[in-house]
């Protein structure tokens, strides 16, 4: 397995290391729901070395132009430096290739930050389309950059008492939005619902960041209760609640894709071919406290049967939740069925997200 500049860090700390995507990372360090509830509560911090940063730059608007043709969303819209947008990169057919925030560095310079288990698969399409369109653009997979993802209510105030020299260029972020600081790229975004930053640094002070931030009561947490965090806050999984299989329409995704404009790219037009999509993306509340909505269960609906993509029992409102691909006739508020174990789970069909910055937004009740 591949190993993050950080893994003798988590052995140390005695975390427990699984296979994700080939890397060796860790699950958690002893209460994976613990560590849902000091990201809730607190601030947590989270290795996601295993993700990649792509650098494109060429001089004028080549690097720009290609990312408007590989990416659904349209990066015309980041036009001062440090901006950043989400989108998905699609095939022809109009599937997910990959979901990715890609930021603006100025002066014809952009940085991607690509899934772990489709870099690779990211990198040969991104090749592909720079070959065919913008031979000038350069590309840089920088796994000279560790990452650390520092995310909770006081995420951003423990961030700055462990390591000060950011704090200048890192206080007036706003979201979405990210800054050199002393060596380090730091951007205000995480993927957990609360707030916090994403920081980039170099491999070889890593370890020094993750240690400093261990001092200043940051919580290490695993990738159990970052996926918690993640559907609570209704974050789409790649692999899970998408995949090459399926478009953005059907993901809940359809705000990350620019159709109205004139702007080609990859998958538009097998977008505007196939019309309306007969799958909408919505949430799941259990009715029931007698089971746990899972991925792959079967939900039956009175329009016809779907399945949950990504379900857990949510920490924060003590019930099961899910994310779920339902026939497009399913309103919220609907109740359905999910399979659980051969047995009818009752279920409230909802709109995500279900928490975000410590708050409950639906209720099982409602």
Request: hydrophobic fraction near 45%; charged fraction near 25%.
């Amino acid at each position: 397995m591949h190993q993050t500049p950080l893994t003798a860090a988590h052995r140390r700390a005695g975390a427990k290391l699984v296979d994700f995507a080939g890397w060796e990372m860790p699950l958690h360090y002893g209460s994976q729901l613990e560590e849902h509830h000091a990201v809730r509560r607190d601030a947590g911090m989270f290795d996601t070395s295993h993700m990649l940063a792509v650098d494109l730059a060429a001089r004028g608007d080549d690097a720009r132009d290609l990312l408007r043709y590989a990416l659904a969303n349209d990066v015309a819209k980041l036009r001062e430096p440090g901006r950043a947008l989400y989108s998905c990169m699609l095939r022809e057919d109009g599937g997910v290739l990959d979901d990715l925030i890609v930021y603006f560095l100025g002066d014809g310079r952009f940085r991607a930050i690509v899934n772990a288990a489709t870099a690779g698969k990211d990198l040969a399409w991104l090749e592909k389309l720079r070959a065919e369109r913008a031979p000038a653009v350069s590309l840089a997979p920088r796994r000279d950059l560790a990452i650390i993802a520092v995310q909770g209510p006081n995420a951003r105030a423990k961030c700055w008492a462990a390591l000060p020299e950011t704090r200048a260029a890192s206080e007036p972020l706003a979201p979405f939005c990210a800054a050199d600081a002393a060596g380090l790229f730091i951007a205000r975004t995480g993927y957990t619902g609360e707030d916090g930053f994403e920081l980039l640094v170099p491999a070889a002070r890593a370890e020094a960041a993750w240690n400093a931030l261990a001092a200043a009561s940051v919580r290490p947490c695993g990738l159990g209760a970052r996926d918690t965090l993640r559907l609570e806050a209704g974050m789409n999984l790649y692999g899970q609640d998408m995949d090459e299989t399926v478009t953005p329409l059907e993901s809940g995704l359809a705000w990350t894709v620019d159709l109205a404009g004139p702007r080609d790219f990859v998958g538009k037009s097998a977008l505007v071919a196939a019309g309306k999509p007969a799958r909408a993306f919505l949430g799941l509340v259990a009715l029931e406290r007698s089971g746990v909505l899972r991925p792959h269960q079967a939900v039956r609906t009175e329009h016809g049967v779907g399945e949950i993509t990504s379900g857990t029992f949510s920490p924060t409102m003590q019930r099961s939740i899910a994310l779920a691909r339902l026939p497009a006739g399913v309103a919220l508020g609907e109740t359905v069925r999910a399979d659980v174990r051969g047995k009818p789970l009752a279920a409230r069909a909802v709109k995500p997200p279900f928490v975000r910055h410590g708050k409950v937004l639906v209720r099982a009740d409602e």
